[in-house]
């Protein structure tokens, strides 16, 4: 016969109190996660979102290729713009596997998604896209993409100096850029 821990009543009254986080922000953020409240995660804006984030977006990007439904696309768009909101770095891997979709009307705000991703790997994603499409729309919409990332990170312009001596099929929009430039 087993025998059970006996526990004193100060004992089991301090178990009851540790059940709950004790941080309140942790608390908020565990619920939100559980919930998939996806507002309570976007104000969070936590590293510890970006799964939950990424499961759900690959869930509307799922039902809205079967679908195809307006009701699936906002939520897809809505999935995409909460990876903008917490702008965590990792986003910009999940928003560039959107890219490789052969939907246009996925494609095209994750590219613009991508633009508000103020960092060198947003903008060589986006290069790598321009230089081997052949769709105006995807090519327009990197060009003001890249041209979002390039006001805010002058950095960009290596990447972009890079890309003009590499096999590009649209390196006209990328001298644009480099005309554009302020001279060293």
């Given amino acids: 016969m ?3 821990v006996k526990l004193s009543k100060t004992a089991q009254a301090s178990e009851t109190n540790i059940i709950k986080p004790s941080n309140q922000t942790y608390r908020e953020l565990h619920e939100h996660i559980i919930n998939q409240d996806v507002e ?3 104000s969070k804006g936590s590293i510890h979102s970006l799964l939950t984030l990424n499961a759900m977006l690959d869930n509307a990007v799922t039902q809205y290729m079967t679908s195809e439904s307006s009701e699936d696309y906002r939520q897809l768009l809505q999935c995409i713009n909460s990876h903008v909101v917490v702008r965590h770095f990792n986003s910009i891997t999940q928003l560039e596997k959107l890219l490789t979709l052969s939907d246009q009307r996925i494609a095209t705000p994750s590219i613009t998604a991508l633009g508000n991703f103020y960092h060198e790997s ?3 994603a986006l290069i790598e896209l ?3 499409n ?5 090519i327009m919409a ?3 993409a890249l041209d979002n990332i390039l006001k805010k990170s002058p950095e ?3 990447v972009i100096k890079d890309a003009l001596e590499s096999d590009c099929r649209n390196r006209r929009h990328l001298r644009r850029f480099l005309k554009r430039a302020p001279s060293e």
């Fill in 40 to 42: 309570g995660l976007i």
């Fill in 142 to 144: 990197s060009v003001n």
């Fill in 122 to 124: 947003s903008a060589h």
């Fill in 156 to 158: 960009t312009l290596v």
């Fill in 134 to 138: 052949v769709d105006e729309e995807i």
């Fill in 2 to 4: 087993k025998r059970g």
């Fill in 130 to 132: 321009l230089c081997k």
